[in-house]
């Protein structure tokens, strides 16, 4: 599968985003998605991830509340919906394709990654 994100941009803090992952190639339903921020030099820094099918939902403590991760199957797109962005939300955000259903907090268990996009929040 095939991964392109977009949506990233300049905000001011406090300010709204809205990412969107556009797959393409075999079947998107069958894989769960993740979203992760990337800083330089470091590993990729795990932000939300959603079911196959949608039903189940997980986020980092750091964005609980303040992000929403959502899909839609028949579109074969995954999004993201930062509110309340923090100066510390900048970085470099890439969507993920992961087979398995478990562990999704973890970059190791994904298979297919998409090109990021950048998030940048002035104060």
């Known amino acids: 599968v095939q991964l392109q994100a977009s949506g990233g941009g300049l905000v001011q803090a406090g300010g709204s985003l809205r990412l969107s992952c556009a797959a393409s190639?075999?079947?998107?339903?069958?894989?769960?998605m993740g979203w992760f921020l990337r800083a330089p030099g470091k590993e990729p820094e795990f932000v939300a991830a959603i079911s196959r099918s949608g039903d189940k939902t997980y986020y980092a403590d750091s964005v609980k509340g303040r992000f929403t991760i959502s899909r839609d199957n028949a579109k074969k797109e995954v999004y993201l919906k930062m509110n309340n962005l923090k100066p510390e939300d900048t970085a470099v955000y890439y969507c993920a394709a992961s087979n398995r259903d478990y562990g999704l907090d973890l970059f190791q268990l994904y298979h297919y990654w998409g090109r990021g996009t950048q998030v940048t929040v002035s104060s």
């Open positions: 190639g075999r079947a998107f339903s069958s894989y769960a």
